[in-house]
């Protein structure tokens, strides 16, 4: 129950805003450490007290040797019973209520719960960057630090709060009890703290910077590694294992390099904390020595001085580690802002609204883009598309055909111009809006690596089995299904399809992507290569349930193989980002400019013939 009630303090799915983190580092941890301040605050005073509770244990035993030294023994209860009880109190209950409250707010909360929270926050702000995002970085250094990232940055808040209160309750404390024995006791710690202090201005900034470094030659490497992973049919296909392993072998190298030259500094620091430590020791040690040969101190100052410096030399060496460590998670977070904190390129108006169709009208008005590029992609485009219309893009690899579909879906905003649904300026209105309300099949057909059913209720989550059913008997893909079976054993439905699909056939990926959006229902379709990846007898055998799902709505098709989009309302020929040709099959064919030529290099005579008719 105490577990539980700590360990529900804090909620990972809090509803936040949709803000950038900030890219400054203190900034960037004020972010995400303010939702939990209170905790925070709990944590400080445990912190205090607990300290104190330390510092008041060595004070004990000093006391401790001085009561039994000036009192008898057989009245030593008698006069000193009500302290040592006191003692005895703050030992075996105080001490472990504060190290417990410690433990539960550090362990059951703060350790699963916040940095649950930061990734699940990081995680929700990295899933919707632009496509451009995930295009020019690997999957799996973005995973890297959105995992490292909410570890290290709860880890180090953490071990500051620690580290913070045992230096000033330990250092202060023990120059208090220093003082009060003998105010010579204190020269050798205010020499070992200023020691101490210049040690830290030295070694800290270094420690981050090299730490920086490490992190980010390790997300590189681990970028490499799941490179080949998610790729590794490819590796397989061309006899370069040694050109990989060497690729992957320099950032193994520079991997090692960084690390080596963080731990060098790491070294250097022990060995010259051990020696400011052993100078501490020393000299309070034989201090404290020759005052009590003086009569100024007694036996018990001896106690008290000796263990008080072998604690603080025992805290200072774990103080430096906890420091190092710190700033090694410090160099951690730093690396990760670099993919956490990066602003969304592509977003939201503060009033946009939802996009509502009506009729299914597409009109691209005067639009440019060019990726950022000075030019080379699309620019001064006018295109309309009526509602109901199907319409075939045609061209060159090139030709800005796929840009056209996805400056449509806003996966990338216009440099200039406007793109219009049913009147309805794209850029004002919600992307979930706009996507919802489009359904698309490209030649590229990933799955995410979850069952069958779990990726055809990505098209509607609410739909039933019988529509699911109806889906895939109208996409052909009610056989295959049946047959597939996991490695866990699940079983049609069930069976889970591997990481993008892989345990699929390119055919069976395009039948379940083509049922997925059967299954959407979407008023505006957009067939990017759809039918691709399937043989001639299975594209015929889905042509009329894609003739059943393209009726009555608005139909954008990409084809290189133009026998399949022959049969639209109109085509539209493209080139150099420019329209060049529009018009029917027929007429375009008789017009003998870009499209013929590319007709005539394919076969495709009893879809002409098909189209004449």
């Known amino acids: 129950m105490i577990f539980r009630w700590f360990e529900s303090l804090i909620d990972v799915f809090a509803k936040t805003g949709a803000e950038t983190p900030p890219r400054g580092v203190w900034r960037f941890y004020w972010h995400y450490l303010r939702q939990v301040r209170g905790i925070f605050v709990a944590l400080f005073v445990v912190g205090l007290f607990g300290s104190l509770v330390e510092v008041a244990v060595f004070d004990y035993l000093g006391r ?6 000036d009192v008898p023994s057989d009245g030593f209860f008698r006069r000193h019973g009500s302290e040592l009880l006191w003692m ?24 699963p719960g916040l940095t649950a929270r930061i990734r699940w926050q990081q995680h929700r702000h990295v899933v919707r960057q632009s496509l451009s995002f995930f295009q020019n970085d690997y999957a799996g250094r973005v995973a890297n630090r959105v995992m490292q990232t909410g570890a290290s940055l709860r880890e180090s808040a953490v071990q500051v709060v620690d580290a913070i209160w045992h230096v000033l309750v330990y250092i202060v404390s023990s120059l208090v009890l220093f003082a009060q024995a003998d105010p010579w006791l204190m020269l050798p710690l205010l020499a070992w703290l200023v020691g101490y202090v210049a040690m830290l201005a030295y070694f800290v900034p270094r420690t981050k910077e090299r730490s920086w470094q490490a992190s980010q030659a390790r997300s590189k490497f681990m970028g490499r590694v799941v490179d ?22 320099e950032a193994v190298a520079e991997n090692v390099a960084k690390l080596r ?17 052993g100078c501490m020791v020393v000299g309070t040690a ?10 100024k101190v007694s036996v018990g100052a001896i106690v008290l001085a000796t263990g008080l410096v072998v604690r ?45 169709i009506t009729r299914g009208e597409v009109r ?37 055909k796929s840009t056209l579909v996805n400056v449509l879906l806003r996966l990338y905003d216009l440099e200039a111009g406007r793109i219009l649904i049913d009147g309805q300026d794209i850029a004002a209105v919600t992307q979930e809006s706009l996507r919802g309300q489009i359904g698309v099949v490209t030649q590229d057909t990933s799955l995410l690596h979850r069952s069958i059913r779990d990726n055809l209720l990505y098209g509607r989550p609410d739909a039933g089995q019988e529509a699911l059913e109806a889906a895939v008997r109208n996409a052909r893909a009610e056989g295959f299904i049946a047959t597939l079976v996991d490695g866990e ?21 395009q039948r379940v992507a083509i049922a997925r959006v059967l299954l959407k229902d979407a008023p505006i379709l957009l067939l990017d290569e759809a039918t691709s990846a399937l043989d001639s007898e299975v594209e015929a055998a889905i042509q009329d349930s894609l003739d059943t799902l393209m009726e009555g709505k608005t139909v954008i098709a990409i084809a290189h193989r133009l026998s399949t989009i022959a049969r639209m309302d109109r085509l539209v020929v493209m080139d150099q980002g420019r329209i060049i040709e529009t018009g029917t099959h027929a007429e375009l064919v008789a017009r003998d400019g870009l499209y013929a030529r590319l007709w005539r290099r394919q076969t495709g005579g009893f879809v002409a013939a098909d189209a004449d008719a």
């Open 64 to 69: 401790l040797v001085d009561m039994a030294k």
């Open 88 to 111: 005895a109190f703050v030992i075996l209950i105080a001490r472990p209520v504060l190290f417990g409250l410690h433990n539960l707010l550090v362990h059951q909360t703060l350790t």
């Open 228 to 249: 080949g992973y998610t790729n590794i049919a490819t590796l397989k296909l061309f006899p370069h294992a040694e050109r990989e392993d060497a690729y992957v072998a």
């Open 261 to 277: 030259a963080m731990t060098r500094i790491t070294t250097v620091m022990d060995v010259s904390m051990t020696l400011l430590n």
């Open 286 to 295: 034989g201090l404290a020595l020759w005052l009590w040969s003086q009569g």
């Open 312 to 356: 603080i030399e025992n805290m200072a060496s774990w103080i430096m580690w906890v420091v190092n460590g710190i700033f090694e998670a410090i160099g951690t977070v730093q690396d990760g802002m670099q993919t956490v904190a990066e602003p969304h390129t592509v977003v939201d108006r503060e009033d946009a609204r939802p996009l509502r």
């Open 364 to 400: 691209f008005e005067n639009i440019h883009f060019h990726y950022g590029k000075r030019g080379g992609v699309i620019a001064g485009l006018d295109l309309e598309v009526r509602a109901g219309e199907r319409i075939g893009l045609v061209g060159p690899s090139g030709a800005g």
């Open 489 to 509: 054993g699940h079983t049609g439905y069930e069976a889970m399809v591997g990481e993008r699909g892989v345990k699929l056939s390119g055919g069976q990926r």
